[in-house]
């Protein structure tokens, strides 16, 4: 298996604001092997951990997160939103991500978000910094719903696995696939039927789904053969 079966989703959100270090140890409490967190780039070149492109719903602050510098995120609160137990949880940068991951031994899911600049301007700083600080390239998958940010990660470093994000999965997806060399394909639980999950796994690709909360939808997914899920709740799933 390329990812392990159970991976948690933007580390463990159900248990710790999203994307945050807390999160991602909450996942590793909960006996995930494996987490999946966002990957953004800053207006001044930095890059972080966060999902959405506004600060509204999981800082203290408003407006958009590309407008703002390394600085000004980092007098954010990210964590009280969630729970008074995480005040002063601070936006993490891919960095400080990437060492508190393989510390705790986990592997990544790195998914590197388009949000509206160039993907040169992304993805080159997230090649760089990966092969700086991570070691160990088999517990390593980039993925992104960018078929552009897929392509330019595989010019720039064939090293790292790619695995190609969809909501639906399209007629052309395994021209998409072959296109990029990806070799995990990640799709919506809810888009998904059978039929499809059968093509792709013919095809011989590992079909990874998110975002599974429910045992009974992760017993039907495996019923089909898909290999892992992306969870909120590794807690529910593990052990
Ligand atoms: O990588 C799986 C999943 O995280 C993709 O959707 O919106 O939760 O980043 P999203
Ligand atoms: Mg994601």
């Known amino acids: 298996m390329l ?5 948690g989703h933007r580390g463990n959100a159900s248990q710790a604001p999203e994307n945050t270090l807390a999160s991602i140890r909450k996942a590793h409490e909960a006996g995930a092997q494996w987490v999946e967190i966002d990957v953004v780039l800053l207006g001044d070149g930095n890059l972080v951990i966060h999902h959405d492109q ?3 719903r999981c800082t203290n602050g408003k ?8 600085e ?3 007098k954010l609160d990210a964590g009280s939103w969630f729970s008074p137990d995480f005040a002063g949880e601070r936006i993490p940068t891919l960095v400080e991500a990437l060492t508190l991951i393989q510390e705790l031994g986990l592997g990544l899911n790195l998914e ?3 949000h509206r600049h160039a993907v040169k301007a992304l993805v080159e700083p997230v090649i760089a910094t990966l092969r700086e600080h991570w070691k160990d390239n088999d517990k390593l998958i980039l993925s992104s719903f960018s078929h552009e940010a897929l392509l330019q990660c595989h010019a720039l470093a064939p090293e790292f696995r790619l695995g190609h994000l ?8 395994l ?3 072959r296109d990029v060399k990806a070799v995990t394909i990640h799709v919506d639980c809810k888009r998904l039927r059978e039929a499809r999950a059968r093509e792709v796994i013919a095809e011989g690709y590992e079909l ?3 975002t599974v909360n429910k045992p009974e939808v992760a017993e039907k997914l495996w019923c089909w053969g898909v290999k892992g899920i992306f969870t909120d709740r590794p807690q529910d799933f593990v052990g």
């Open 72 to 74: 000004t995120i980092r």
């Open 54 to 56: 506004s600060l509204r």
């Open 208 to 210: 990874y789904c998110y």
């Open 112 to 114: 590197i978000k388009m």
């Open 63 to 70: 407006g958009r997160l590309l407008r703002n510098n390394l």
């Open 166 to 173: 969809f909501e639906k999965l399209p007629r052309n997806w």
């Open 175 to 177: 021209s998409r696939a």
């Open 3 to 7: 990812l392990s079966r159970i991976i």
